[in-house]
């Protein structure tokens, strides 16, 4: 089972939108850090290159870990189901969660607009799907594929501006909790896709501002499995693969994608995706393909290991 995951596309598009829709307090505050922040560096290009290249090379799923948008607007939403139509795969091989700039307004919440934009991507199969998430659909959705279950969690909720922190919800983990246990599932290696990482950065304020509270308990979860445990993140615009053993001695790898927009010097930074392997209830092989912005070209590299040393 190959899988490709790439994230955090913030794909802007302003195209047709009114613009005193714009200033409402959130979108100003969004517009100003991406003109200081991100408008410069993040590079749509970027991540048709990345879909070319993906359908280019044969994989048996995509997940996508959310920031699929800037502002989430509908024109955002519409380009974003473009670019994944492009990939050329039925809804049933691409595997969607929402990011925290997903669900930036009570208006998009309301609407339920991600929801409705990406849901053939993120049906549940299972019937253990429970809560419905802050409007973003109905989650943990779970998918059996080929060896793998590849179950889709949300942490994404509205915040205030300049807070991006996660939040998943007793209901819903406790929904996870039934599913990582269930014995029909248990001899296939759980792929679970959630925006936020669960190791948070050091310090309490940047836990509150951007990480999420509830990551030892979804640690907990996740080390409990008998087997080799695949948790993949976006949120960070890093790549980087984090791994401890779990209660039984088996592996939980913990993988970050970078954005895949990012136009970065940092080789972890730049855009990209990465590529698993899932062979015989275990991860083989975890691998990146990183986009070099002056040839338009791939190449391929190692995901760096990093510490997975618990602030919290
Ligand atoms: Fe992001
Ligand atoms: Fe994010």
């Known amino acids: 089972m190959r899988i490709a995951h790439f994230s955090d596309l913030h794909v802007l598009d302003l195209a047709g939108v009114d613009a005193t829709r714009l200033w409402t307090n959130k979108r100003a505050t969004g517009m100003v ?3 200081l922040n991100r408008g410069h560096k993040h ?5 048709e290159a990345i879909v070319a290249d ?16 800037n502002l989430a607007l509908e024109t955002e939403f519409a380009r974003v189901r473009s670019m994944i139509e492009a990939l050329g795969m039925s809804p049933e091989h691409v595997s969607v969660v929402p990011g925290n700039h997903d669900l930036y307004t009570r208006g998009s919440l309301r609407t339920q607009r991600f929801f409705n934009a990406f849901r053939a991507y993120m049906t549940d199969e299972h019937g253990a799907a429970h809560e419905d998430h802050h409007g973003s659909g109905v989650f943990p959705f779970t998918r059996v594929r080929d060896g793998v279950a590849i179950v889709g969690v949300s942490s994404a909720v509205p915040r205030v501006p300049v807070v991006s922190a996660g939040h998943v919800g007793v209901a819903q983990m406790n929904a996870l909790r ?3 246990s269930e014995p029909s599932l248990r001899d296939l290696v759980p792929v679970v896709l959630m925006h936020h990482p669960v190791i948070n950065p050091r310090g309490r304020w940047r836990t509150l501002s951007r990480g999420l ?3 030892h308990v979804m640690r907990e979860l996740l080390s409990q499995r008998e087997g080799e445990v695949l948790f993949l993140h976006g949120h960070l ?13 088996a ?3 913990h993988v970050g994608a970078t954005s895949a927009s990012l136009l970065h010097e940092h080789p972890d930074k730049s855009a990209g995706y990465n590529v698993y392997e899932v062979d015989g209830g275990r991860v083989t092989s975890v691998s990146a393909r990183v986009f070099d912005a002056r040839t338009g070209a791939f190449r391929a590299e190692a995901v760096s290991k990093k510490s997975a040393a618990f602030a919290d």
Do not use: M, P
């Open 178 to 180: 039934s599913v990582l």
């Open 43 to 47: 590079k749509q290009h970027a991540v």
């Open 54 to 69: 993906v359908r280019a090379h044969n994989v048996d799923h995509v997940v996508i870990t959310g920031d699929l948008s």
């Open 237 to 249: 615009h890093d790549r980087g693969h984090r791994e401890w053993v779990g209660a039984s001695g």
């Open 251 to 253: 592996t939980v790898h």
């Open 213 to 215: 509270a509830e990551a």
């Open 33 to 35: 850090n991406l003109r």
